[in-house]
Nanobody, 124 residues
Framework: QVQLVESGGGLVQAGGSLRVSCAAS????????VGWFRQAPGKGRELVAA????????KYADFVKGRFTISRDNAKNTVNLQMNSLKPEDTAVYFC?????????????????WGQGTQVTVSS
């Protein structure tokens, strides 16, 4: 069973950049695909990006393509989400999620394991 802890959220102006990170412990991290989800106030949780266990495959939601980049370092058991050209509508709690199957993210479903979330606020 893998445990996930997010970090790196904060307040940034529109057009700025932030990087959020997910640190994993327990289990063999390279076996897990990882997805980032976000939840804005009053809205449901939505998939932002996902990456396969070996980092070879990535998936992005249309609303972040060209602005966000997901990456992982299996030696450090971390997954990063680099967010550029941020917009006020990107304001949300960002959650790290992991699953043994990458397929779950390709059908926009969350995996089995969640972190506690980190707040990202983009001011206009």
């Amino acid at each position: 069973q893998v445990q996930l802890v997010e970090s790196g959220g904060g307040l940034v102006q529109a057009g700025g950049s932030l990087r959020v990170s997910c640190a994993a412990s327990g289990g063999t991290f390279s076996n897990y695909a990882v997805g980032w989800f976000r939840q804005a106030p009053g809205k449901g949780r939505e998939l932002v990006a996902a990456i396969s266990g070996n980092g070879a495959m990535t998936k992005y939601a249309d609303f972040v393509k060209g602005r966000f980049t997901i990456s992982r370092d299996n030696a450090k058991n971390t997954v990063n989400l680099q967010m550029n050209s941020l917009k006020p509508e990107d304001t949300a709690v960002y959650f790290c999620n992991a699953d043994l199957s990458l397929r779950t993210y390709y059908i926009n479903r969350p995996g089995a394991y969640w972190g506690q979330g980190t707040q990202v606020t983009v001011s206009s």
